[in-house]
């Protein structure tokens, strides 16, 4: 099968469509025909060697840990599923032809399998951020860099769960960020007089998401470091800010809760680019440039 893989950290062009055997699903384990895999930052992170401090991987190794399918094969111990079902979850090397799915949910026939894969990662993540930041319900919460895949999600679960949501992103993002239910501000200078316009009791709880160098700034405007959280800045604890990373936590209950919000139309995603196999540097080099509102795809077919 086509599988996109790197036999190198570095830059996009380390990438390239390798012909790999088709792995098969071990215990607790299901394999499908990947429609769709996410990109998400992590991946690009990855494969220029930013995570070889707390992640083991032998090269090469197969971008992706997200993807959109159809079920064709099922490994022992697992119930619940069938072959021929449409779903979506977490995996390894998932841009690829055939993926093996580690934990998943039953695509909702109301979501698009574009839509479906990119919803593991950004929804896992904004969970665990909203968790591990101890935002309640009733307070206010500044999303620095909120119109991308994590801060979409961020956004929607806060307000879900009763957060007034402040979030920054470039000015012709505002009208996308307001959809969502946050109030939207700019990035740069007078960042901190701005929040005090929206929020004159101050803010709870500060998450930085698009990694830009600006948690000094949110310690300020939150006013101590344990308030605040990065999902993006690798330097974030050098200034007493959590840097948020890990494995899915509880991830079938995420993927079956973001399935249901999605079908009740409680939660949406911006597709903001589909990209061909064949094309997935071009995604990684879009995605690095922090520009992107929503998610980017792989169709893989």
Known sequence: MKAIRYH??????ELRVDEIPVPHAGPGEIRIAVHYAGVNPSDWKRREGQYQAFEDGVLPLTVGVEASGVVDEIGDGVSGVAIGDAVFGFGDGTVAEKAILS?????PAAVSFAVAAGLPVMTDTANRALDEVNIKTGQTLLVSGAAGGVGTAIVQLACLRGITVIG????PKHGYLASLGAIPTTYGPGL?????HFAPGGVDAAIDVAGS????ELISIVGHP?????VADLSAEQYGVK??????VHPELILANIARLCADGLFKLHIAGVYPLQQTADAHRVSAEGHVTGKLVIKVC
């Open 8 to 13: 190198a950290f570095g830059g996009p062009d």
């Open 103 to 107: 934990h998943w949910a039953v695509k």
């Open 168 to 171: 920054s992103a470039s000015a």
């Open 192 to 196: 901190q007089e701005r929040i005090t």
């Open 213 to 216: 160098g600006v948690i000094p």
């Open 226 to 230: 344990a308030r605040v959280l990065s």
């Open 243 to 248: 840097f948020s990373h890990g494995p899915p």
